[in-house]
């Protein structure tokens, strides 16, 4: 079977929705709708909602259960990739959740799942700027750092299916904490939660400071956070652009180490570089020397997605082409 007749079912689950759509395999949503309580309500209520909700899409959507050739979770991790778990998390009250097993039962479907970053690397590649390509590596850049790879034309799992945590590469050991508990990560110098707690940190008993007088900021603390840093950048505020230049310099470290070990042939930074575009990927691809040899940067674009905030949209859906062509039952 093609790929050219299939048709997904994804779930995007988060802490404050649960995104549910039917695609067919080019990417095109043909029905999708949500549950606002999102995994902030118990998982005993949550399940039901959501397997009523699918199969009332596979009917909007015109199609018959039979023509849904399978469904993909996107979850945040942690997950427990072999038994097929949510595992507990900050922003969820689902603690250890069997949901791909009961998902099976439910829908009477194969059910495949991955966590975010993986799922954002597999929308690249199914849809996004990577299509055709066999050596991808995605960073996610939101309220953190995620990572997904895709080398030699397969997602790379590791041994426990938790490969390519990228954004928790130690770049410096003594450097700021990280969400993780280890000091230095990728992530905790350019990840938006650690971003706006060390701002904070900075100016918590300066209330003078110019950072306060930007539009978005409106005089509070808890407005100070990564778009602060950059639009704070932009206007020449020494203090933003001294931590713009860290995080892009931090990046471009991160994107050096994925250069030398994975030879990539695209990178592609998600939300935060989409949203800030050339003013963070020229100062990053004008530090990458330092981190990478000419070889490695001659041979690998990197870009910021073209999928942009779609990439949620699309990831169940990415996760359940994936598992499809893994098992062999579509081509690409
Ligand atoms: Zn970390």
């Not at 426990?160 to 770049?171: D, M, S, Y």
């Not at 707690?197 to 509070?220: E, N, S, W």
């Not at 933003?240 to 994925?258: D, K, T």
């Not at 040899?293 to 082409?321: H, M, N, Q, Y």
Request: with cysteine.
């Amino acid at each position: 079977m093609s790929s050219d007749n299939t048709n997904v079912l994804g779930i995007d689950i988060g802490g404050t929705k649960i995104a549910v759509c039917i695609t067919d395999a080019k990417g095109n949503i043909l029905a999708s709708d949500r549950i606002a309580s999102g995994a902030a309500a118990p998982y005993e209520e949550a399940l039901p909602q959501v397997v009523y909700l699918a199969q009332a899409l596979i009917k909007k959507a015109g199609l018959k259960h039979d023509d849904i050739s399978g469904c993909g979770i996107c979850a945040p991790g942690p997950l427990d990739m072999a038994g097929g778990r949510i595992m507990k998390s900050p922003n969820m009250s689902w603690d250890a959740v069997p949901i791909r097993d009961d998902l099976v039962a439910g829908l009477s479907m194969p059910v495949f799942m991955d966590n975010d970053a993986n799922a954002g690397v597999l929308a690249e590649w199914f849809f996004g700027c990577a299509k055709g390509k066999t050596d991808v590596i995605y960073l996610t850049m939101s309220t953190g750092v995620g990572g997904g790879i895709v080398a030699g034309g397969k997602l790379l799992a590791g041994t426990t299916g938790i490969a390519g945590e990228l954004g928790h590469i130690v770049l410096d050991p003594n450097g700021p904490l990280c969400g993780c508990g280890q000091l230095g990560c990728l992530e905790a110098f350019c990840g938006g939660r650690s971003v706006a707690l060390q701002l904070q940190d900075k100016l918590r008993f300066r209330p003078d400071h110019a950072m306060y007088r930007l539009p978005d900021v409106q005089g509070k603390l808890e407005n100070l956070n990564f778009q602060a840093v950059r639009e704070g950048a932009k206007l020449g505020i020494p203090l933003a652009v001294e931590m713009w230049n860290e995080i892009c310099l931090r990046l471009a470290q991160g994107i050096g180490i994925c250069m030398v070990t994975f030879n990539p042939q695209m990178i592609v930074l998600g939300t935060a570089a989409f949203y800030a575009g050339d003013f963070m990927l020229q100062p990053v691809l004008a530090q990458l020397p330092r981190f990478a040899w000419k070889e490695f940067r001659d041979s690998c674009e990197v870009c910021i997605t073209g999928l942009g905030p779609k990439v949620g949209e699309l990831a169940g859906a990415s996760v359940a082409l994936n598992g499809l062509y893994e098992a062999g039952k579509i081509t690409l």
